[in-house]
């Protein structure tokens, strides 16, 4: 199967080990991997931020740039080519609110819900799509998972993550206790109320210390962003990785 490899802009920026971590594994696993290279930023800041207009201008270029459209034509296969994303949040901006930026707009409408049924999330695209029993991996260490509320909540991503990690012989996976709380990033709400957001990382980085576990794993890189900078400041030696980093550190090729 085709993959149209989607790298939102913050990964591209200061977290290009993710994307190239993905590519890795999806020819690993046998996909053929194009990358748009027009793609940017999918708008969600504007969108999360009530600038519906400007958002609407950069969903737009992203949905051209997805489907590789020439004119009125796509280059785009709806019925066998995929578009994946190693970020949840990223991913249902377009799945679930390119949709609605588009409601009025009837050939964006048309496009964005075709589009909305091909994209998936990294994890997502491996549990239901190519088949986790596909992929095996070998890291000896011991990681928590942190369930990012985009994954979570809006495209309902709980188990797939969690039976890729147990895939991956000589890895322990601890649980996190009240893994499922946000960590306090939320995008621009970090921003806006900074002390909030920094009390909600410090207590999930309380129970990911007291878990015992050497890495921190989550399927958004800006969750692990934020979790990443505020235990730097608070002197917690631990690391934060994408799942895609570990299971591309997993692969035999990079044991070698």
């Known amino acids: 199967m085709r993959v149209h490899l989607f790298v939102p802009c913050f990964i591209d920026q200061l977290f290009p080990n993710v994307a190239v971590s993905t590519l890795k594994v999806l020819r690993h696993l046998g996909c053929d991997v194009v990358f748009p290279e027009s793609q940017t930023c999918c708008g969600q800041p504007a969108y999360n931020t009530g600038y519906f207009d400007e958002a609407r201008l950069m969903a737009m270029h992203e949905v051209n740039s997805l489907i590789g459209m020439v004119s009125d034509k796509s280059e785009f296969d709806f019925k066998h080519d995929y578009i994946v994303g190693p970020s949840g949040s990223c991913v249902a901006m377009i799945r679930n609110s390119y949709p609605e930026l588009f409601s009025e707009d009837e050939r964006y409408s048309k496009l964005s819900l075709d589009l909305s049924k091909r994209v ?52 322990k996976l601890i649980e996190l206790p009240y893994t499922e709380v946000c960590c306090g990033f939320g995008g621009t709400f970090s921003v806006k109320f900074p002390e909030i957001s920094a009390a909600m990382a410090d207590e999930k980085l309380r129970n990911f210390a007291g878990t015992g576990a050497d890495i921190m794993v989550s399927g958004d890189s800006s969750c692990l962003m934020h979790l990443q900078g505020r235990a730097r400041r608070t002197g917690l030696p631990k690391r934060f990785a994408h799942i895609a980093e570990i299971m591309a550190e997993s692969l035999p090729a990079e044991r070698s």
């Open 120 to 171: 998936y999330e990294f994890s997502e695209f491996i549990d239901k799509i190519i088949g986790i029993d596909n992929f095996k991996g070998e890291l000896n260490t011991t990681v928590s998972f942190h369930d990012s509320c985009h994954g979570l909540r809006e495209l309902g991503i709980k188990e797939g993550p969690r039976k890729i990690l147990r895939r991956i012989e000589g890895l």
